[in-house]
């Protein structure tokens, strides 16, 4: 029972922190604005109400009786009441109203329908409490042909004290939500731009101007992330400037190699370490493109169609085929998606003939989908080409040449940029790509 209430609860309730903690703070206020209301309601209001009521009635019944006993002093009578008790009386002989006046859902008409009824009996009396402002009309039958009008003040039957309370109690409460809003703003906010913080360092943002505000907690928080940060970064770039140092100098000595090689007269021992040497180097540049992923890119705003048109321009291919699609704009480090497209695009190309690229721009994300007509990969190899330093021995291999960290480096730039990346079927019989960026 109570997991599932509780399970309810958390689909009703709001899920930012700003929301349930207005709601902390305003709902005892909200529900002792309530209680307060309906005590006085029913507790003051009614039973006044009830009261002066029954005492209008009262006035009006006697004014009735004293009426039928004595008719001849009318005129005096009238006028007594309209001076010192502010009623407007006239009696007339015009015809009783057939229609009823009241409103069905008006406490005060409720009372004053009841005292009448009980005063004067059914069907002999009428009156309206909305057609004046501060004036309640009253009809008495007396007999076929008499009727008494009367006009009497409004506040003869509705306390005057009751808007003022409502006004009382309302706008205080009004005021400390007010309040509340403002200093929640101000408790939230540092959670929020911690939580932005998290959120771009995550997608591999430097994040340099972060600073820690707000409470004490909060502020520990965001202190130690800081920390955290700085210190994730500093191992980041020690790892990749010693990868890019060592795969650097190996280059002095290949280099040599290469030049004493082209001195030997045996050819054929020279062409052998030549592709020897040529494959190392080709391993060296796969190993300075993965230290190159791990150093820091500031973001800007990246047209994904003329990046991919940039890309074309680069291969210089025919093969490259890409579709026309709406502009899409998203935030991201242009070097970093630039290398990361131009990877899968260059395998397409070495293992298929053709590379197809289409654009999907969805609500908040964009899907792109990288297909060839190539030989294509076996659907349980789908997550070891991602690992690092895996190679394919079969008919397609992403990288033959290199040491296995093609997708590796694909992966590593995507869900740094907050983005999925799927292999599937190609429609051409080859390998689909698919990658989900978020704009």
């Known amino acids: 029972m109570f997991s599932g209430l509780n399970n309810f609860l958390k689909i009703i309730l ?7 903690a207005l709601i902390i703070v305003a709902a005892p206020t909200i529900i002792l604005q309530l209680i307060v209301t309906i005590v006085f309601y029913d507790s003051i209001w009614i039973k006044a109400n009830k009261n002066i009521t029954r005492s209008l009635v009262s006035q009006l019944k006697t004014i009735q009786n004293a009426y039928l006993n004595n008719k001849d002093n009318l005129e005096f ?23 009823s006046g009241e409103r069905k859902f008006s406490p005060m008409d409720r009372s004053l329908r009841r005292e009448l009824k009980s005063a004067f009996g059914n069907n002999n009396y009428w009156f309206n409490t909305s057609k004046f402002k501060n004036a309640v009309e009253i009809k008495i039958r007396l007999d076929k042909n008499e009727v008494i009008e009367f006009l009497v003040p409004k506040e003869m039957i509705s306390p005057s004290s009751v808007r003022l309370f409502v006004l009382w109690t309302t706008l205080p409460s009004i005021v400390l939500v007010l309040i509340a809003l403002v200093f929640l703003k101000n408790q939230t906010r540092p959670l929020v731009r911690l939580a932005k913080a998290a959120e771009r360092f995550g997608k591999g ?25 700085k210190r994730i970064n500093r191992h980041l770039n020690q790892r990749s400037e010693m990868l890019s140092g060592i795969s650097h100098d190996l280059r002095t000595p290949l280099t040599r190699l290469k030049l004493q090689l082209a001195m030997i007269g045996e050819k054929n021992i020279s062409d052998k370490m030549s592709k020897d040497i040529d494959e190392m180097e080709s391993m060296l540049n796969d190993y300075l493109q ?29 093969n490259l085929n890409i579709a026309n699609s709406e502009e899409t704009i998203l935030n991201g480090r242009m070097s970093s998606l630039k290398r990361c ?50 190679r394919l021995d079969k008919s397609r291999s992403l990288n033959q040449s290199g040491v296995g960290l093609g997708l590796a480096i694909v992966e590593d730039i995507i869900n740094s940029h907050g983005g999925s990346i799927q292999l599937g079927k190609s429609e051409y019989k080859g390998l689909q790509v698919k990658i989900s960026l978020p704009f």
Request: proline share 4%; hydrophobic share 30%; aromatic share 14%.
């Open 14 to 20: 709001p899920k930012r922190l700003f929301y349930r």
């Open 77 to 99: 009578f009238t006028d007594s009441y309209k001076n010192n008790f502010n009623f407007e009386i006239d009696i007339n002989n015009n015809s009783f109203p057939l229609t």
């Open 205 to 229: 943002d430097y994040v340099n101007n972060f600073r820690p505000s707000g409470a004490a907690e909060i502020r520990k928080a965001a202190y130690e992330f800081d920390r955290m940060a």
């Open 290 to 318: 993965f230290a190159k992923t791990q150093t820091q890119e500031s973001t800007s705003k990246i047209n994904l169609s003329n990046l991919f048109n940039e890309i074309k321009k680069d291969l210089k291919n025919e």
């Open 341 to 390: 497209f131009e990877n899968v695009i260059n395998n397409g190309l070495t293992y298929g003939k053709k590379v197809y690229v289409s654009l999907h721009k969805g609500s908040n994300r964009v899907i792109i989908n990288i297909e060839d007509d190539g030989p294509g990969i076996s659907e349980d190899q789908y997550r070891n080409v991602f690992k690092p330093f895996f």
